[in-house]
């Protein structure tokens, strides 16, 4: 099971956090979004040794972390720009590689809202 909270509207520029809150112990989170009209994307992952990765449209605008005496995980992202609208989805999967793909991850939340505005 997983949840995802955070999401909300915020100007470009704005900041966002976003949490995700797992109840079984996998190797691999993820964040996926999804804009209106266009294929789910991959956006950071990280793995049960805290290694992350990051897409190259936002590496150097969010972070990823997961704590796992909480058993979450959390997306910080700044610098917000309108084209990083969409829904963002907490997914999890079991190895310990962290694909780019999302069907390879059977495990997912039922996402959040994210919206910038211009």
């Known amino acids: 099971h997983l949840a995802e909270s955070g999401g909300g509207s915020v100007p470009a520029g704005g900041s966002l956090r976003l949490a995700c809150e797992y109840t079984?112990?996998?190797?691999?989170l993820a964040w996926f979004r999804q804009a209106s009209g266009k294929e789910r994307e991959g956006v950071a992952s990280?793995?049960?040794?805290?290694?992350?990765t990051y897409a190259d449209s936002v590496k150097d605008r969010v972070a990823t972390s997961r704590d796992s005496a909480q058993w979450t995980v959390s997306l910080q992202m700044r610098s917000l720009r309108p084209e990083d609208t969409g829904i963002y989805y907490c997914a999890a999967a079991r190895g310990g590689y962290c694909s780019e793909s999302p069907t390879e991850y059977p495990f997912w939340g039922q996402g959040t809202q994210v919206t910038v505005s211009s």
């Open positions: 079984t112990r996998l190797s691999c």
């Open positions: 990280i793995t049960l040794g805290n290694t992350p």
